[in-house]
């Protein structure tokens, strides 16, 4: 394990897991704007190819697949426009309680970049699993803010020349009633990986906390 600093407020955490090679960027509520174009601008999602989901229904956009599947009002996980949450850009959101886990897979060749936005996380031990390893308690990362409304937004990134992202697992402990937001995707082959220095510049950087999952390989 190592720390590698940099010049954003919070450490960038090097840790080996067998398998996988991924960056954890969290983005704290301080990043919200109710304007899509500043809000993405803010969290770095401003590549064209960029797809996003902001569960303003049912149907869902073609790459996402969420498990289980998007049922009826109060039979979760539902898409509802409930104003007492809010959301990451409306009062739409996914939102879905208990101890059942909830999976975003992408479609296809999978992604490089997949991010998402939760709010009311208010339990401290949910796990979060990248293409069904990695486990990660999500909720200890450096900018995450557990509370009733904005938490915080995760941007995970595929390192260049390992496996693409295909499906992210959000595990629940307690009863937390989470709403997920704003899933961004990038809708480009899995072939072009690209750097993860790519994707934040250094002004965005100053905004978020990075975890990277890093597999070692053998000779």
């Known amino acids: ?5 940099s010049t954003a407020i919070f450490a960038i955490l090097a840790w080996s897991k067998p398998g996988y090679a991924y960056i954890v960027n ?18 770095g999602l401003t590549d064209p190819n960029f797809i996003f989901e902001d569960f303003d229904d049912a149907v869902l956009i073609p790459k996402l697949q969420v498990t289980p599947e998007i049922r009826s009002f109060r039979d979760v996980p539902y ?6 949450f809010g959301g990451w850009t409306d009062n739409t959101g996914l939102h879905h309680v208990g101890s059942e886990a909830l999976t975003f897979s992408v479609l296809g060749d999978g992604t490089s970049i997949f991010g998402v936005g939760l709010i ?5 031990n949910n796990s979060i699993s990248i ?5 990660l308690n999500y909720t200890s990362l450096p900018g995450f803010e557990r509370g009733s409304f904005h938490n ?3 941007v995970i990134e595929a390192e ?12 629940v402990q307690g009863s937390d009633y989470i709403r997920y937001d704003h899933v961004a995707i990038l809708d480009e082959p899995s072939s072009s990986v690209p750097e993860p220095s790519t994707l934040l510049g250094l002004g965005t950087l100053a905004l978020a906390g990075c975890t990277l999952l890093r597999r070692k390989r053998k000779a």
């Open 160 to 171: 260049a020349g390992d496996a693409a992202i295909q499906s992210i697992t959000f595990g």
């Open 79 to 84: 898409v509802a426009d409930e104003p007492i």
């Open 1 to 5: 394990m190592r720390l590698v600093f």
């Open 152 to 154: 915080g937004y995760l």
């Open 131 to 135: 293409n069904n390893d990695s486990f």
């Open 26 to 43: 969290v983005f704290g509520p301080s990043t919200y704007s109710p304007d899509p174009t500043i809000l993405n601008t803010n969290l």
């Open 120 to 124: 009311n996380v208010q339990s401290s």
